[in-house]
């Protein structure tokens, strides 16, 4: 028989041995040691050009990026919508749930797994007794009525840290969902950013190409004029016509993708197309970044949330090998309850006190391979989980390296688009200076027509490619979330809980 004395040197022993964790010890990647993010050494500023978006950018390597980058352009409205957005967008509120369920799921198995659990209970019953139970067939039935009140008490103990394995792999989880909404936040800023920018392009395509149409209908008019004087043959009108028509088709798309844009807008902000009310974007109004903040490699890593969800990922499956190396141990379960009972009622806790205390040991001595099978599955999507890292990681500095070339890149076609537009202008004013003398034909004034108006609006393409890939550097950096202001954090971490 166990005694109070016995079970509770049964209980110090436990306590002793659940100080024992099996591993593995979780230990962080190493970032990649690079000194840089592409190839070739990059400038320290890009192309000038003339006009609007053609200033230089100068990388500045190691200098670190502000948590509110969007205000590096300068806009007011786009600031304004970026933070409406982050307080109203709904996959946004959809994160911040969900990462409020994974604190409460650790928060629940922190108190199963590692706290006794203690449950009181109380019954009554009514029992008929006859004397057949004591073999005495001939005795009157007993009916009586049998009240119990106990506290009941069991604990687990986590001699060899299972339970210890199984919460740091619910904390990597929550670490994960927290990396997760800092990933949608950058996903949404970046969207607001590129969407406004997109705006803006298209705002300018379509005030182009209307200035364009406005100047072909001037031409068509004076051609009917010498056409009326029998100066140019019929062709001629008609052919201008065509091209002005031609011209007058490019705006219901422009118009259509416009207000698709501003849709999109819209339900970024978390409001329907119909109720929004948006500012409208334009170029001119929306300044390019000059200095463009290069956090250095080795820091990446700690930055990106998708890095950092990886990494919660990975620490999450080292865990579970340490929960499924901990199945194969044995299992210490300590119990114990005080309680009465009685006949009546109001004389339940007016006896002696029955309690008792139980300690039960499990062994696992054959499980047809089962737990050693499990254990090699956890190894296994460790290493899967360690593989998807460094994919991740992998593609990381590609995004970086990708929007770094892409800016220099951009600068230098902006610089040819706008000599190339310039040339189409020139061109176009000297023939229809030429065809107003009769030195050149219609056909001539038609295709410097149509190539100033490509090169009008790939210039407006060209302009606007700077700052979407502007705003694609500061999200491939990772967008600053760490350089929040301690007060910010608190307020948007209060939001998620």
Known sequence: MITLRSAI???????????????????????????GYTESPLPDRTATSPGKGGEAQ?????????????????SEPLDRLVRDSLAQNPTLTAAQATLRQARENLAAERGALLLPKVDGTLSATRQKITGASFGQPDAPASIFSLYNASVNVSYALDAFGGNRRELEGLQALVDYQNFQ????????????????????????????????????????ALIEKQFELG?????????????????????????????KTRHQLAVLSGRLPSEATLPEFDLDAIALPQELPISVPSSLARQRPDIQAAEALLHQASAQIGVATANEYPKINLTGSIGDQSLQLHS??????????????????????ELEARRRAAVAAYDQAEAQYRQTVLLAFQNVADALRAL????RTLKAQSDATAFARETL?????????????????????QQFQLERLNLVTAQSARYADTAALFQALGGGWWNREPQAAASADSQSN
């Open 9 to 35: 040197l049964a209980l110090a022993a436990g306590l002793t041995l659940a100080g024992c964790m099996v591993g593995p010890d979780f230990r962080r990647p190493e970032p990649p040691a690079t000194s």
């Open 58 to 74: 100068r990388f500045v390597a190691g200098q670190d990026l502000s948590a509110q980058w969007w205000t590096l352009f300068n």
């Open 348 to 369: 339940l806790f007016a006896g002696p006190v029955v309690w008792s205390v139980g300690a039960g040991l499990l062994q696992p001595l054959f499980h047809g391979g």
């Open 181 to 220: 909404f800092e990933g949608a936040k950058l996903s949404l800023t970046a969207n607001v950013v590129t969407t406004a920018i997109r705006e803006a392009q298209l705002r300018a395509q379509l005030k182009a190409t209307q200035e364009i149409l406005a100047a072909e209908q001037k031409q068509v």
């Open 408 to 411: 220099e890149a951009d600068a």
């Open 429 to 449: 004013e000297l023939t229809q200076r030429q065809y107003q003398l009769g030195g050149t034909g219609i056909i001539a004034l038609l295709i410097a027509q």
């Open 231 to 259: 100066a140019v043959a019929r062709l001629t009108v008609t052919a201008q016509r065509t091209q002005v028509e031609q011209t007058r088709a490019l705006l219901p798309p422009l118009e259509r993708d416009l207000a």
